[in-house]
């Protein structure tokens, strides 16, 4: 997020896109509430009649993987109607001009017959959000899981440059984050292409300094993402380390993915539980909880936090510092001997320029968002104040782009995925927690209810859904909150293993899997009838 | 003509100013009584939370969830109606869904029932009827008088017949100079609240006018400033609000557009008590009159000052005459009173600067500025200004509506101009400001009719209201229907007044508390010195004054009971 | 807190011979408790149904104060302070009034005393009761609120029986939450905390967030799940750490006794949260301690199926797949996959793990899916 989330209070307008922000990010969206108690104006566009669309001025239900489409309209309205920030944007962005010629021909008519959504709801979204002395951007996956996910972003960015919402006090372009620590796994340096602190490996100076830290030259090159190597399981990767991740159940096309891990010569996981991916492991481990390990977070609003352990670790679990160190000690590498979260955390800072300023004990009451360049620096809650890191704010011109795979006679519906407020990922935890089940027992489609009808299913009865890759049976549920057309539901639970059938495509930069849209067709099944 | 539908109601309302009462008094009308799917559409398109509005809907009285809901009747039980046979009447008409509601201000005339939207009179089954409320008797003192110098004129309540006796004058006349003027003569008259407060008038329009307009973008309180007139006359033994809008409608309506003028308002509300249904129409038509004149709405007269007046029917909660209760329940909110200050004068509708006056108060500032400041001043007794309308009943003989001189002894009241008690009685005591003012008995019945004589036996005048018990009540009974009726109303947000008004009430019912006098006593001494220093709003410091008085006036009286519910 | 000293300042208000200063808008009573922190002698005045994260209500009366040249006391929680404003927090008559209105709080109730594992304010009547010795048994008479045992849901205990009608639970439900599931029906004495149409709470808007409990002074909305570990002996402890879930790192403190984890409450300081969790955070926390956790390292035996085993085979056995491995395929056969939900010092140590020992960049978390 570029602000903090205490700015969620204080937007004069917040255009929400992409974001079931009550049922995925409950507390934040608490802030976005108050915001609207308050008089603000709330946009939302999300193919769903979510909560969210319950409290907005203006919904904007697009068909899925529009996106870029409805925002081409929007900026096109902004540059139409005068709304650019003619300062800000002379001041500190750049290729303006070549943009407001590119959106030109991107009407809100245009726009309308692709979204579906009707003009005249994108001319007051777009003047609203022009308009607005504090205008502030929210999204989630529903931005980022399509083949266009950086595109979608980066047409928000396009969006935030024109109006100068961004690097201001209850502005900005604010992704939500959906893990507790997943911010903090790319802090650490997890990432394919960056060392910790978002040090890229492709620059020769980040690689020789880790070449002195860690004893040896690391690769100029990037290593591969995760799809990549799934890919590649049985091939070209042969071993594999998963720390507490049930890729199996998460990932998109689950039988390719059984069908990877399985391909593997050793397969090493770290979790909790013996999830469905830990069962397929050579070797499971199993690591200390939430509540048994002292660590180190970091939260969507890049605000670095100390978790605490409260009892002792379920029988022989241990942290998992402590494991991957002493399969690295046992493998002969140097540098693994850590003595406890608080020396790999130290370690962690003395290398990553925006913790430069944090240790162990500086973050103990959490008050620091990075980047933190030094000590006594008061930490970082809005970015791109005054300046943009990389120089200039670029604008780009960018085209409407068809999802992977488009509805036709065969995959006639539209499936979505998502979340559901009382589940959590796979339900490893919440599914083992006491009540939630009373909350949400079971997973069920959502279809509008004169799609059911026409479609010739039932209430409460069971159906088939089919993609390309594969199928489930699963129970629909007849409610408003779908459009005609687009049915939805999520992955949480095992025995509707949704991702069988998701997969269609990867957005090429960030590989990340188009989740958000996969054409089915639905059949009623006969023991249902 | 078909019924409309949900949406048709919805739609109506939905745009207009303060629309949820009226939306749900549309439903109201056209059920009976408010169903889950009524308050579903109101929630959805009002946008106001299901359980919130559901919770709004329970506070008030007359809002029934179930049928027959309004179609039933309602008896009016309030202490003079008991007097008259009201809970007779109740127990006789519970075959017909009948139930008890709290006086609703015919004490003059009782016992009104309500069902629907029509009040009828009448102690007997079968002999109800429906009429006007009764006129004031002619003045007996042959004294001049304010606001009901020309209400008892006929025609008086159409436009022609007010203007007849010069209505509207003083309106025209203020608005062709400048509001600065009529300011001083409000200020200059000592006209003051007439609902029990006694707040200086023309000192509250000044302080509307001067207060800051919401700054613009501050969204939650951009809009112009208003006048609201509190006629939500929910005191028991109070009825004096109902004859003069009844009667006299456009003094209401021209004393609200002067407010308006002065203060620098540009739209009214008259948020009148739930059991005056017929009075509701009766403004209704006077506000067309003068709107299809040209007295109200845009550009009035060419002076470039614009005011509108819409009417708001509460739905029976006494509370609702609190003003922040009242603008509250204007606003589609819970109608718990609010935390003062801020004042109304800078906070009051939807947060903007607002006068609110009562009904009496604006009549008379009508009559004020047609006849200048000294002819008020010169109404009252002494150094005291103008009038006062004392709604008198009970054990009287000519129970009514009287306009009395400030400083006018009560014993004149009462015995010449009321014609004293029944043949072979005498009175035993009295209530003051209805019954917030507690009692009045033996040699305090001496007092003159004005708050620093009222309160320096420990009670007040307040909106005016005298209800007389003869030698043959029991005045712990009566203390009890009193206290009951307090308790009922609490609206519950403070502590002192939820719990006080319901241990009193049981304390006075013998129901519960210790059986000694002097325990008795002390807790009843406690709750009440408590209630009357931590209430948050009036009704909780008042309602002690029924036990403190009760106490001091009739020990005797006391002890008996105690030693009733001991054994 | 904010600095008093701070240039911010409007004014000065006199409480009890000590000069104030305020900022504007500031009640007395948040003048006389930010003073009161600072100056180490904490601000005795009593509340009820004052949370200092929601408007001033002013319902309870406890907090009123004598103020020079008001003839009644005044509510300092709904008061803003005045510039010169003399105030008075404890003298005879108020210390009366709030023992007197204590009392009568006491006798509606069924009790006083109520476990502390119900919420994180549910001990707020009681201290106040021993404080001001009102457990007197005066002014009995009939109870108010009734409690809902009809609501199966499990984490929401709804025992009106112990309501005070402070309204903290609605007000919080509409003011931090935003979900305007609470709402008062009735009113004076018969007033009763309740949801729309009087239903069960999973039947509402209710979204389980459990801060109506956690705002709850008296334990008549509790903790269900926390209460089922009553009979747990031994004291209550608290470790302050964040929430598991979600990427907006609320904090939480994780009730324990002994070692046995009983309950969660939202921590009020949490600069994430300010006292705010939602169902997941506040209610799901026993997974930690479930039987099904995997407690021993496991290797997969020639019978294909995963057995238990000591941590020197197991991590032996992962070392040397690792390096076979890379002797067979090269250093680029190997690759990690780290987690978004462990601790930094995970995907450190992993990212290590692979960059120091195969000097690749084979390195990857969870977000992409």
């Known amino acids: 997020m570029s602000n903090p989330l205490e700015d969620m209070s204080k937007p004069d307008v917040i255009f929400c896109i992409g974001t079931n922000m009550t049922e995925c990010h409950p507390v934040a969206a608490t802030g976005l509430k108050k915001a609207v108690a308050r008089g603000a104006k709330l946009i939302v566009a999300d193919p769903r009649h979510i909560a969210l669309a319950e409290m907005a001025d203006v919904v904007l239900p697009l068909r899925v993987g529009t996106d870029v489409a409805l925002l081409l309209g929007m900026a096109h309205v902004i540059d139409r109607e005068g709304l650019v920030d003619e300062a800000f944007v002379s001041e500190r962005t750049e290729g303006i001009e070549a943009f407001r010629e590119h959106l030109a021909r991107f009407t809100p008519e245009w726009a309308e017959g692709l979204t579906g959504v009707p003009a005249a709801d994108i001319v007051q979204a777009a003047v609203w959000y022009g308009e607005a002395e504090r205008g502030a951007i929210y999204y989630t996956l529903g931005i980022t899981e399509h083949i266009c996910g950086v595109d979608n972003v980066q047409s928000l960015s396009n969006l935030a440059l024109m109006t100068g919402n961004i690097g201001r006090e209850g502005t900005g372009i604010n992704p939500m984050r959906g893990q507790n620590n997943i911010q903090g796994a790319g802090d650490a340096g997890a990432l394919p292409n960056n060392y910790p602190g978002f040090q890229a490996v492709t620059d020769p100076a980040h690689q020789a300094k880790f070449a002195e830290l860690y004893g040896h030259e690391i690769d100029l090159e990037k290593g591969m993402t995760k799809v990549t190597a799934l890919e590649l399981c049985g091939d070209k990767i042969r071993a594999m380390l998963i720390d507490g991740e049930n890729t199996v159940v998460t990932d998109p096309d689950r039988s390719h993915c059984e069908h990877a891990l399985k391909s593997l010569d050793h397969l090493v996981v770290i979790d909790l539980f013996l999830t469905e991916t830990a069962a397929l492991a050579d070797v499971a481990l199993p690591a200390t909880a939430w509540g048994e390990t002292d660590g180190v977070c970091t939260n969507t609003e890049r605000r670095v936090q100390r978790l605490r352990a409260a009892v002792e670790p379920a029988g022989d679990a241990r942290p998992d510092w402590w494991i991957v160190s002493q399969i690295a000690k046992r493998c002969g590498f140097p540098g693994f001997d850590f003595e406890s979260a608080e020396d790999v955390f130290n370690e962690l800072c003395s290398l990553?320029?925006?913790?430069?300023?944090?240790?162990?004990?500086?973050?103990?009451?959490?008050?620091?968002?990075?980047?933190?360049?030094?000590?006594?620096?008061?930490?970082?809650?809005?970015?791109?104040?005054?300046?943009?890191?990389?120089?200039?704010?670029?604008?780009?011109?960018?085209?409407?782009?068809?999802?992977?795979?488009?509805?036709?006679?065969?995959?006639?519906?539209?499936?979505?995925?998502?979340?559901?407020?009382?589940?959590?990922?796979?339900?490893?935890?919440?599914?083992?927690?006491?009540?939630?089940?009373?909350?949400?027992?079971?997973?069920?489609?959502?279809?509008?209810?004169?799609?059911?009808?026409?479609?010739?299913?039932?209430?409460?009865?069971?159906?088939?859904?089919?993609?390309?890759?594969?199928?489930?049976?699963?129970?629909?549920?007849?409610?408003?909150?779908?459009?005609?057309?687009?049915?939805?539901?999520?992955?949480?639970?095992?025995?509707?293993?949704?991702?069988?059938?998701?997969?269609?495509?990867?957005?090429?930069?960030?590989?990340?899997?188009?989740?958000?849209?996969?054409?089915?067709?639905?059949?009623?099944?006969?023991?249902?009838? | 003509m078909p019924l409309p539908t949900d949406q048709d109601l919805v739609t109506d309302w939905k745009s207009r100013p303060a629309p949820l009462l009226p939306l749900l008094h549309a439903f109201n009308d056209r059920d009976g009584y408010l169903s889950d799917e009524a308050l579903r559409a109101v929630s959805q398109g009002l946008r106001i939370p299901l359980a919130d509005l559901f919770g709004t809907v329970t506070f008030y009285h007359h809002f029934s969830r179930f049928p027959p809901g309004t179609n039933a009747p309602r008896v009016c039980t309030g202490q003079v109606c008991r007097f008259a046979g009201g809970l007779e009447l109740l127990e006789t008409m519970r075959k017909d869904g009948a139930t008890p509601m709290p006086c609703a201000g015919r004490c003059d005339e009782p016992v009104p029932v309500l069902t629907g939207r029509s009040v009828q009179v009448g102690v007997t089954v079968g002999e109800f009827e429906s009429r006007p409320s009764p006129l004031p008797v002619a003045n007996p003192g042959g004294l001049e008088e304010c606001v009901f110098a020309a209400i008892r004129n006929p025609g008086n309540d159409t436009l022609e017949g007010y203007r007849r006796a010069g209505g509207y004058s003083g309106y025209e006349g203020a608005l062709g100079s400048d509001p600065e003027n009529l300011l001083t003569v409000i200020t200059d008259s000592g006209l003051a609240g007439r609902g029990g407060a006694g707040f200086p008038t023309g000192v509250k329009w000044r302080a509307v006018r001067e207060a800051l307009n919401p700054r613009p973008g501050d969204d939650t309180r951009a809009g112009p400033k208003s006048v609201v007139c509190n006629a939500d006359e929910g005191e028991p033994g109070c009825f004096k609000d109902r004859v003069l809008m009844d009667h006299d409608p456009h003094a209401v309506l021209e004393g609200m557009a002067l407010a308006g003028y002065a203060a620098g308002a540009e739209i009214g509300f008259i948020y009148l008590r739930y059991e005056y249904p017929e009075t509701a129409d009766i403004l209704d038509r006077a506000i067309t009159e003068a709107e299809n004149a040209g007295l109200l709405g845009e550009n009035i007269l060419g002076s470039g000052f614009s005011f509108r007046i819409h009417v708001r029917r509460g739905a029976g909660a006494y509370i609702c005459g609190e003003e922040g209760s009242l603008l509250n329940s204007l606003e589609g909110k819970h109608p718990f009173p609010r935390e003062r200050p801020p004042f109304p004068v800078t906070h009051g509708f939807e947060n903007r600067p607002t006068v609110v006056n009562n009904v009496e108060t604006l009549a008379s500032a009508a009559a004020i500025a047609r006849r200048g400041a000294e002819w008020y001043r010169g109404l009252g007794a002494g150094d005291l200004a103008g009038t006062k309308i004392i709604s008198l009943s009970g054990d009287i003989m000519r129970p009514g509506n009287y306009e009395v001189p400030f400083g006018f002894p009560l014993q004149t009241l009462l015995n010449d101009w009321a014609g004293g008690p029944r043949p072979g009685r005498h009175i035993q005591a009295v209530t003051m400001a209805g019954i917030s003012g507690g009692f009045l008995a033996k040699e305090d019945l001496d007092v003159t009719l004005d708050e620093p004589s009222v309160r320096s036996k420990g009670s007040m005048l307040g909106a005016g209201g005298i209800m007389v018990f003869d030698d043959s009540r029991d005045m712990l009974e009566v203390a009890h229907s009193c206290m009951e009726f307090f308790a009922h109303e609490s609206c519950g947000k403070c502590f002192p007044c939820r719990i006080g008004t319901q241990r009193l009430t049981e304390r006075l019912a013998g129901a519960a508390g210790p059986g000694v006098l002097a325990g008795w006593s002390d807790e009843v001494e406690d709750i009440g010195s408590v209630m009357k220093a931590t209430s948050a709003c009036g009704l909780g410091m008042a309602a002690p004054l029924i036990t403190e008085s009760l106490m001091r006036y009739f020990p005797e009286q006391v002890a008996a009971h105690v030693e009733a519910t001991n054994s | 807190m904010s600095d008093p000293s701070s240039e911010t300042t409007v004014g000065s208000i006199e409480v009890d011979g000590k000069n104030l200063n305020f900022t504007a808008g500031e009640t007395i009573l948040e003048v006389t408790r930010r003073h009161g922190a600072v100056s180490g002698e904490p601000c005795k005045i009593p509340t009820l149904c004052y949370d200092e994260r929601l408007d001033p209500f002013g319902g309870c009366r406890m907090c009123v104060v004598e103020l020079e040249g008001s003839h009644n006391p005044v509510a300092s929680c709904a008061r803003a302070a005045e510039d010169g404003m003399v105030i008075r927090s404890s003298t005879e008559a108020v210390e009366k009034h709030r023992k007197t209105l204590l009392e009568m709080v006491c006798s509606e109730n069924r009790q006083v005393d109520v476990d502390p594992l119900s919420g994180y304010a549910s001990q707020e009547l009681k201290e106040l009761a021993?404080?001001?010795?009102?457990?007197?048994?005066?002014?009995?008479?009939?109870?108010?609120?009734?409690?809902?045992?009809?609501?199966?849901?499990?984490?929401?205990?709804?025992d009106y029986d112990q309501c005070i009608s402070c309204y903290r639970c609605v007000r919080v439900c509409a003011e931090q939450e935003g979900d305007y599931a609470i709402s008062v029906k009735g009113r004076g004495f018969d007033t009763q905390i309740t949801v729309e149409f009087d239903g069960h709470l999973k039947d509402s808007a209710c979204t389980f967030c459990g801060q109506c409990v956690q705002t709850c002074p008296t334990g008549a909305l509790a903790d269900r799940k926390a209460l089922r570990h009553t009979e747990v002996p031994g004291e209550i402890e608290k470790t302050r750490t964040i929430c598991t879930y979600c990427g907006v790192g609320c904090s939480v403190d994780i009730l324990t006794k002994g070692d046995s984890m009983v309950g969660v409450q939202p921590a009020m300081d949490g600069p994430a949260n300010h006292g705010a969790l939602c169902v997941k955070g506040q209610f799901a926390y026993d997974f930690v301690q479930h039987d099904e956790r995997l407690k021993t390292p496991m290797i997969r035996g020639e019978d294909g199926e995963l057995h238990p085993t000591s941590w020197d085979v197991a991590l032996d056995k992962a070392a040397q797949g690792f390096l076979d491995a890379r002797d067979k395929h090269g250093r680029h056969s190997v690759y990690a996959v780290a987690s978004g939900r462990a601790p930094h010092e995970a995907g450190y140590t992993t990212q290590k793990f692979i960059r120091s020992g195969f000097w690749s960049n084979h390195i990857d978390n969870c977000s992409r899916a």
């Open chain 1, 352 to 529: 990553s320029p925006i913790y430069a300023g944090l240790d162990w004990d500086v973050i103990d009451k959490g008050e620091f968002h990075w980047p933190v360049p030094e000590r006594g620096h008061p930490g970082t809650p809005i970015l791109h104040q005054g300046v943009f890191e990389n120089g200039r704010g670029l604008f780009r011109s960018l085209e409407y782009r068809d999802p992977a795979e488009t509805i036709d006679d065969e995959f006639p519906v539209w499936l979505t995925t998502g979340r559901r407020l009382a589940s959590y990922h796979t339900r490893t935890q919440t599914g083992r927690s006491h009540g939630i089940d009373y909350l949400l027992p079971e997973e069920t489609l959502e279809i509008h209810p004169d799609d059911v009808a026409d479609w010739g299913l039932q209430d409460g009865g069971l159906c088939r859904m089919t993609s390309a890759r594969g199928s489930v049976e699963i129970k629909v549920a007849a409610t408003n909150r779908s459009p005609r057309g687009t049915v939805f539901t999520s992955f949480s639970f095992n025995d509707t293993p949704v991702n069988y059938l998701t997969g269609s495509g990867y957005d090429p930069v960030t590989q990340t899997a188009e989740l958000k849209v996969c054409p089915v067709r639905l059949e009623a099944l006969p023991e249902s009838l």
């Open chain 3, 130 to 158: 021993d404080r001001y010795d009102a457990r007197s048994g005066r002014f009995a008479g009939k109870k108010s609120g009734k409690s809902r045992e009809d609501d199966p849901n499990p984490f929401i205990l709804r």
